[in-house]
């Protein structure tokens, strides 16, 4: 199976920093996404990769961005930290032959203060 | 918006099977249903999908009724392992994957 890595668990920043989520995986897919999940609200999208260096907004991108400049990497970045964007965000690799059945990783729990 | 409809919450005794369902009324021809779960604190595994056939894997069956308007995951014997959130998608490949809130399962002992 696909591995799905998020570069950390946890995560505690402080309001107005810029801060960088990481997803590796390594498996070649073409096609990566990134979710948050909170309580009462379930799994939002943000922002989705079909191939390198593409991108497409999900349903709750403000206040993201993402980078994709090799295939196994996608990140997420918060350019800058507000409280609201305390949240468990989690990523996932699809494959486009197979059905892109998704792969998530472990989720990282950020904290803003 | 999700385009499914799901029970918030289910009780399974453990070594019986567990059956989820899923309204799906509105799906359009090269849809597929997925499903997915979610074990507390872990992110979401896939499970299995379909067209209109019905489909088993080592994890589940899914079955998908004749006009495709609803489905039924079916566990065959459920564990306490299974315990988790279970959510029901219905897509076309290569579109984004919109969760909605999905059907809780509690396995009993």
């Known amino acids: 199976d696909v591995k799905v890595t998020q570069s950390s668990r946890y995560l505690v920043k402080r309001t107005g920093e810029k801060v960088f989520l990481e997803c590796v995986q390594d498996?070649?897919?073409?096609?990566m996404f990134w979710y948050r999940q909170d309580p009462g609200l379930g799994l939002r999208l943000i922002y989705f990769s079909y191939d390198v260096k593409m991108k497409e907004k999900g349903d709750i991108p403000e206040g993201y961005s993402v980078s994709r400049e090799k295939k196994e990497r996608f990140s997420l970045i918060l350019e800058s930290a507000s409280t609201n964007q305390t949240s468990m965000y989690l990523c996932a690799a699809g494959d486009r032959a197979g059905n892109e059945k998704l792969f998530f990783g472990s989720g990282t729990q950020l904290s803003v203060l | 918006d999700a385009k499914t409809t799901q029970p918030t919450s289910m009780d399974c005794a453990e070594g019986r099977a567990a059956n989820l369902p899923c309204n799906h009324s509105?799906?359009?021809?090269?849809?597929?249903v997925y499903w997915y779960r979610q074990i507390h604190s872990q992110g979401p595994q896939y499970i299995i999908h379909?067209?209109?056939n019905n489909e088993t894997n080592e994890m589940a069956s899914l079955i998908i009724t004749e006009d495709r308007k609803s489905s039924t995951l079916i566990l065959p014997h459920a564990t306490l392992r299974d315990t988790a959130v279970y959510y029901c998608i219905v897509r076309v490949v290569f579109d984004k994957v919109i969760f909605g809130p999905g059907t809780s399962l509690s396995v009993i002992p």
């Open positions: 379909g067209l209109k």
């Open positions: 509105t799906i359009s021809g090269n849809e597929y």
């Open positions: 498996m070649d897919h073409e096609n």
